[in-house]
Every structure is written in C-alpha cells, then in structure tokens.
C-alpha cells in the first residue's frame, strides 16, 4: 500500500490478520491500493452506488480485473436472508467462481450482508470491506461480524468471517449527512469512554475540527477507532472470552430501544447515545462514577448533537427487550458499565428495580 | 469416552481438534459419550426420527439437558435455505441461545444441513455430528464441509464448521437399507484407491464379512476411513492447498452424471462409482495404470453391487456438466487419477476428445 497520506493499522489474528488502510481519496486510487487480480463481485446500494459505484467499478476493472456489480435498496431491509439468496443466486449466473473476491461498498448494512454472501457462497469467498459510513469506517467494517436479520430480530444469522483488507476513505465522508455523521460519532465516543480517557479528551479539544470534517482531524480519529477495535478483536475474535463485550457498551439499552421503537426512529448510533448516557448514570446509582463523569459524557455526546433523553415509552416494554437480547444469557440483565472515563467491566445481574427507576422519566 | 468396545480417531485442527468415536450401541448409551451440559437442539430426519428420535432424545434429556427435537423431510430437497431459514425461525421462537450445541443426527442431508444451522445461528453455535448412514460416518461428517443447494446445483452455498465431536454408531447401519449401504461402500472403496494399496487388499478379503454387516468389520473399515479422512482434512482443511481435492476421486464424472440424470435416479456412492470406473479407464488410457488396476477395482466395486457402466445419455451432456461443476476451474477439465491402487494425482487439462472417446459406450 502506498505510504502517501495514507495511515494503516494492522488487525492480528494470526492467519487471518490483515490491514486496514485510512487516508483521503482512496476509492479514486483504488488500483494502488488493491494488491490481487481476477473476478470480483462489487456488491453495494443504490445511494453509494450513484455516488461512487460506476466511477470505482470502472477504476478497479483492467485487462486482468473482471468486475461485476450487485446493487441492493438502501436500508435495512436489504440485511435479509431473502436478499442473500437474490444475490448468491446472481452470483452463480455471471459465474463466479471460489477464486473471487467480494468488496462490500457501503455502510454498516452493506458491509454485514455482503460479508455474509462472502462467508458463505461456495463455503467461502475473500473479502474486501470499503465502508463508506463513518459508523462502518470505525466499527462494523472491522472484526468479522457479518450478518442478516431475522424477522425476529437484528444479526440472528451470521458468522465471523474476517476481511483480507479493508480501505477507508476518509474523503467520502463529505458527502455524509449530518445525521448520519453524528450516529457515528456515538461509536467514536464509545471507545474513548471504554478504553481511553486520552482519546477523551482528544475528541473534546477536535470537536470544531471533527464537527467540520476537517481531513487530517477525521483520518487521526479514525485511525484510533481502528486500533481501539483492532485489539479488542485481537484479544477476543469471537466474543468467548467477555473482553469483546465491553463493545457493548450503551447497547444494552440501545438494542432495546431499537427494537421497541421500530428500527428507523433511532438510528443506532443514536440509541447507543442514550444507551450510553443511561449506562453512565447507572454506574453512578451503582457508586461506580460520579456526577462530573455523567455530564463529561453528555457534554461530548450532545456537542455532536447526539440525542441522551431515554425515550418516553413504558419502562417494562424496555426491559422486556433487553432480556429478549441475545447479548443476555440466562435471565439476568447484564451491562457494560464504567468505573472511570477510559475504563469499563461487566456487571453481571443488575437489580431489576434499580433500572426500572432509572428508566422512569422525572 | 469410555474405551470399551469404542476406538477413537483424532482430527488434528488445532484449536478446532476433535474427536471421533466408533462403536456399537453408542446411541443408546448416548449420555456417557457426550461431555457437557446444557441447551440441545437435535436435528434429523424423518426416518431417523421414527427409529431413533424419541429414544435418543430421553437418554440425553436430564435435569442439566435441555433438549429439542427439530425433524426435517427426507431426502435432498431438505438441503435448501427454506429449510434452514424454517430452522432458524424455529430456533428463535424456542429461545435456543449462543450457548447451545447442535446435533446432526442422520445422513449426510442432515448433516451437511444442520451444519450449516449451526455455522450460522447466532454467528455460529457448536457441533455434534452423529452419523447414521455409511456414506456419512467414513465422509461427509467428518471434515466441516457443510452447506445447502440452490436450485442452480449442490452444495453452492456452505461453510467449513468442524464439529466438537463426532459419534458413530456402527450399530445403526444394520437398519440401513442394502443400496444406501452398498453407495457408502463406494466412498470406502475410494479411500483405498487414493490412499492405501493395504486397505484396498483388507477390503477384498474382508469383503463377505462386511456385506453381511459383521460388526468387528463395519467398525475397523469405519475407523480406518475416519482416520484417512482425517489425515487429508488435518492437511488441508480449506481445500487450498490441493491435497484435499484428491478425496473428490470418481467425482468428476459422478457430479456430472448426478446432474444430468437428476438427481434421485443415482445415489450419490453409485454416480461416484461408475465416476471411479470411468477415472481408472482415463488413467489407463493416459498410460499411467494398466488394465489389470481397472480389473481389481472392477471386482470390488461389483462386490458391494456398484454400477460402473456409464448412463446411456449423450456424452456431451455430461461434458458440459463436468464444466460447470465448481470443482474445475478455468475452462479446463481436471481430473483425480490413480498411477496405481493407493495414489493418485490431480491431472490437469484432460483432452476433452480423449474424454468423450471414453464416454461413448461400445
């Protein structure tokens, strides 16, 4: 990969380590960032796909590239088992073979089904994740979790199936929407309060800098986030030894909200916001935090104009869902909750009537 | 696992090892041969079901065993995303969490299709494969290949998923029928060519004893089997690096000839029997066997009541159907061939003419 403006950060997972690569215009230059030849599938949707799909196809395609494009509808429907089989059933008509390579074009919903087509047709294709989303960029696009809903719930199919590489952007973030940008900041937030009170205090001083999309600010954030969830990852792949689940954090309450409120009200990052926001004061009910955490917390989240109000539905209707949420074994209520700024630990089987209270809107 | 009566092979993955255990009346004593506790969801089939299911399912239920029964249709058309999507959303509505462990209990339908539930539920749940048919205890439970067809062929959609633990009972195949036990044979007799001149000569003179069914037989050509495979799958578990391709000997023509027929008219053993006859004439042809290699497994295939004739259908049928197996790659024809009984090579760009020569019957 080229040096030029571009960071990279290496995910180690022994045979399945790659790199993941961070600088401006990437997607213009992707032959040079693209190290392997032969068939591959461009799997996207149409929003990304008007943006960038023909220009990036037709940059990737070369005498020795032979490139097809699959587009899905936007949103999370498409994350369905019934759009898998559209397009694995597509697949075998252009006649891809086990050589290929996917590249999933797009944010977090493109990035969890095209990578899910890629685990599974013909028991395994590599894969390329290029999100374009600033919550796929820090998050979904790294670690290996893909995956499709059920009618039943959200990513109740899926696998681990790691990327050979993945290539951000950071350019196609000025095309974001505002809404969209700030339901990604909330993951950012997330890492800085689980694991670094430093990356903290950083956001706080590059707010203006973030708020703008300021290039240089973004590729630094960005390039920590990678990191950040890159040795996460490492220590725990598959989420069996607990050091994955502080990830979670806000989103116990945040898949809660989700669900209860329809997928389409919140977006994620934003129930994750308020996720959070109730996760912080209930470590302070806990003696766990003090006030002034509470409000450091908030003063960053609302400065990216990220929603912390729980929403004013029955508290019991939330409750209900987080014990239906496949993060909650047994009948217990678990949470990621912190002790400091830059420090969070699993507290197993929280009193019931003690989040109830906190739910319940004063 | 308790010694008696029971010998053990290992497969040798690393952090995925495990291991298999061959004997008589392990079903029945299932409770001493299963080493954890908790949630059990039992796939089979309907047939399995009615002699086994209910028997099997009280001997592992207990106070610690939570145990549920799923039963699948007979036969191929239970290998589809429908099905598993049904298993799936079964699944879900009864509660089975991340914790739990599948059991594949059946032939290789069953096994390659709760595989693929148990690849993908949840991210991936643990595996138990109990084998009941011949062709599935000495090949497809053993090595992790597990999927589902799409209406476009077999197998093109899968995972590899090893098991935690494989369990055969080689008192079950005193129910199988004669022309299911005669189609395992096949994938017996193809160890033996690719592998073992020994094992090829021990199956000749033990060929009465085991079409009798004579348990001490069933259970030393069934370990020896698993110990093969197991050597070939520690070797290359992905099929990456060629040495796994040599275990699809007579496949070939035997995909093709299961594609052109439809599939139903041939048990898959069958296709693969007259795909190793039709190999073993192509090496001769090439000048790497001489006719007396065509004889020997002649005689053994015919022993166990294998067909070896070609269908009578047009040889370019079959040609084209050999080409669009996913098994050969590029546009050329590559075939498993044997320079004497006990190895083979993977030849490559196979005259097409000399191909179809061999096809048209005298």
């Known amino acids: 990969m080229p040096e030029t403006d571009c960071q990279t950060v290496q995910v180690k997972l022994a045979d399945r380590s790659y790199q993941i690569g961070i600088g401006p215009d990437l997607l213009a230059n992707i032959d040079q960032f693209i190290d392997r030849t032969g068939q591959w599938v461009v799997i996207t949707d149409q929003t990304v796909d008007s943006l960038y799909g023909e220009r990036f196809c037709d940059s990737l395609s070369s005498s020795d590239n032979d490139v097809h494009r699959l587009v899905v509808a936007d949103g999370e429907h498409s994350k369905s088992i019934e759009v898998v089989d559209r397009l ?10 086990r050589r290929a390579t996917v590249i999933a074009l ?81 993951e950012v937030i997330k890492y800085a309060v689980i694991l670094s009170n430093d990356f903290f205090d950083w956001l706080g001083e590059n707010a203006l800098a973030i708020e703008k999309r300021q290039p240089h600010s973004l590729q630094e954030m960005i390039a920590r986030c990678c990191q950040f969830k890159a040795d996460v990852v490492a220590e725990d792949e598959r989420e069996t030894t607990g050091q994955r689940a502080i990830l979670n954090y806000g989103h116990t309450l945040g898949h ?7 997928y389409g009200k919140f977006l994620h990052g934003e129930a994750i916001a308020i996720g959070m926001d109730f996760a912080i004061r209930l470590a302070c009910q806990l003696g766990r935090v003090s006030d002034v955490e509470i409000e450091r917390q908030r003063k960053l989240l609302t400065a990216f104009a990220l929603p912390i109000d729980v929403p004013d539905v029955e508290p019991e209707k939330l409750i209900e869902a987080m014990y239906r949420d496949k993060k909650t074994t047994d009948t217990k209520l678990n949470f990621i ?16 009537s003690t989040i109830e209270a906190l739910l319940t809107r004063e």
């Open 337 to 352: 909750l912190p002790d400091r700024i830059g420090n969070v630990d699993l507290i197993r089987d929280v009193d019931v």
């Open 256 to 262: 809660a909200i989700e669900a209860v409120c329809g």
């Open 88 to 97: 694995w059933q597509e697949m075998i008509q252009i006649g891809i073979d």
């Open 106 to 186: 797009g944010g977090g919903v493109v990035g969890d089904l095209a990578g899910f087509v890629a685990a599974t047709y013909l028991r395994g294709l590599d894969l390329v994740q290029i999100p374009t989303s600033l919550l796929a960029q820090v998050d979904s696009s790294v670690g290996g979790k893909v995956g499709v809903n059920l009618p039943q719930g959200k990513n109740l199919v899926g696998a681990f199936w790691q990327p050979q590489q993945v290539i951000i952007d950071t350019q196609v973030l000025q095309t974001l929407d505002a809404r969209q940008f700030h339901a990604g900041m909330a």
